[in-house]
């Protein structure tokens, strides 16, 4: 019923810029949190950034000062504009949502997409 479906993913010389988007379908008006998560071969998915209902977000001290989290209502989408990329970015960045917590960990989220890998050249 409810679908999240990453898109803009590639891959990008270090220094540069990527912006991933996340699409959302079904019933999505409860959604209390979305947010970005990438996990690296062999590593625990780990949060990079989430928004919660009232507009607030959270950054990951890693993109801190380099990623912007956005959505866009109107579109039901979500979007993670990346920029200074370096090659410890690359990874499959993932989208996912909760009705009920925002909190930096996986184990929060109950819906996810498939993800769109992100992969950063020197």
């Known amino acids: 019923q409810v679908q999240l479906v990453e898109s803009g993913g590639g891959s990008v010389q270090a220094g540069g810029s990527l912006r991933v988007s996340c699409t959302a379908s079904?019933?999505?008006?409860?959604?209390?949190?979305m947010g970005w998560f990438r996990q690296f071969p062999g590593k625990e998915r780990e949060a990079v950034a989430y928004?919660?209902?009232?507009?607030?977000?959270t950054y990951a001290d890693s993109v801190k000062g380099r990623f912007t989290i956005s959505k866009d209502s109107g579109k039901n989408t979500l979007y993670l504009q990346m920029d200074n990329l370096k090659p410890e970015d690359a990874a499959m960045y993932y989208c996912?949502?909760?009705?009920?917590?925002?909190?930096?960990?996986?184990?929060?989220?109950?819906?996810w997409g498939q993800g769109t890998q992100v992969t950063v050249s020197s």
């Open positions: 079904g019933y999505t008006d409860s959604f209390f949190c």
């Open positions: 996912a949502a909760d009705r009920s917590y925002c909190i930096g960990h996986h184990s929060f989220y109950t819906y």
């Open positions: 928004v919660d209902t009232y507009g607030g977000t």
